[in-house]
C-alpha cells in the first residue's frame, strides 16, 4: 500500500463520525503527542467504534511524561462511560518508573478490552555504516556512548524497547528525548541522531520510501509488510521479542452495564474490515475478539507489571 493510499484511508476513517445520539461524545485519551504510533491506532479506532456504539467519538491528546499525564487525567475523570484512555505497553511500566505516580494502572482503571498489537522496528539514520545487527553491535564496541539512540520520553516504547536493546547488545548509547515519536524519527532521519526503535504504525512508510535504514524487526516472525527485514532474534539477538500491546480502559468505578456496552463496541470496531485494513498498512494486529474483553486485558496488564517489575527493579531504573 503506497503512502498516498494509506493517508487517503486513514482521512477516511477520520471522516465525520455519525451522531445517532444527542448525548456527550465519547472522549479517547491517548497521553502520547499527535501523530505517533498509539494515536494513529486510536484515530483509526475511531470511526468504527463511533459506528457501533452510534455515539460521537473523538480523540484527545495528553501527552507527555511517558504517557502518565493522561492516564491520571482518565484515572480522575468521572467514570460515566464517557471518557477513555487508549495507551501501551507504558501503561504496565509506569508504576515502577515513576516514584511519585498519582494513580496506580491496574487499581484505578475498568479494563475494556485489548485493542491491537504493533511490532517494533530498529531504524537507523540513511548513512548509517551498519546494515546488519551484528556490524552495529561491531559498531558500538567501537564506538561506546558516542552512538545515539532516540526515543519518545522515558515510559514510551520506544524507551522501553531501547533500554532491552542496550541490555541485549551489552551496549551503552546515548539517550535522547524527544516528546513524541514524530520529532524522534525526523531527527533519525535528518541524521542527527544514530538509533530508534519504534512501533511500525509510524516507521513503515518511512521504510518503503527508503528514508530509514532497518536493521530487524521485534516480533517472533518476519513480517508481511517487510519480508527481507530479519527478527532481530534471527538478526543477532537470540530471545528479543517485543510486542507493543494497546489496551482500552475506563475509570475506575464506571457502571457495569456502560463497559459492557464499550466492551461489545469495541467487539464490533475490531471485526470491521476497514479497520482490518488500515492497521494491516501499518504492520498492527487487531487484537483477537476473545482479547478484547476487561477480563483479558487485566490479566495482560497484571502480568506486564510483574514482568516489567522484575526487569526495573535488576536495572534500578525510575524517575522521580
Known sequence: MSLRTLAALVLLLLAATP?????????IVVPFAAGGPTDALARALAAPLAEALGRKVVVRNVDGAGGTIGAERVAKAKPDGNTLLLSNIGHATSVWLYTTLRYHPVEDFAPIGMVAEVPMTLVGKPGLTARTVDEF????????????????????????????LMDAM??????????????AVTDVMNGHVDLLCDQTTH?????????????????????????????????????????????????????????????AGLRQALASPRLAEAFAGWGARPADLRDARPEALGARLADEVRRWGAIFQKATVYVE
Open 137 to 164: 553491535k561491531a559498531l558500538a564496541r567501537a564506538e561506546g556512548n558516542r552512538l545515539s539512540i532516540a526515543h519518545a520520553g522515558v515510559g514510551s516504547a520506544s524507551y522501553l524497547c531501547g533500554l532491552l
Open 170 to 183: 551489552r551496549a551503552e548509547f546515548t539517550s535522547v528525548p524527544y516528546r513524541g515519536t514524530r520529532p
Open 203 to 263: 516507521t513503515l512508510p518511512f521504510l518503503k520510501a527508503g528514508r530509514l535504514t532497518v536493521l530487524g524487526v521485534s516480533a517472533r516472525a518476519r513480517l508481511p509488510e517487510l519480508p527481507a527485514v530479519p527478527t532481530l532474534d534471527e538478526a543477532g539477538l537470540p530471545g528479543f521479542d517485543l510486542m507493543v500491546w494497546h489496551g482500552l480502559y475506563a475509570p475506575k468505578g464506571t457502571p457495569p452495564e456502560a463497559v459492557a456496552a464499550l466492551v
Open 19 to 27: 451522531a445517532r445520539a444527542d448525548g456527550p461524545p465519547l472522549t
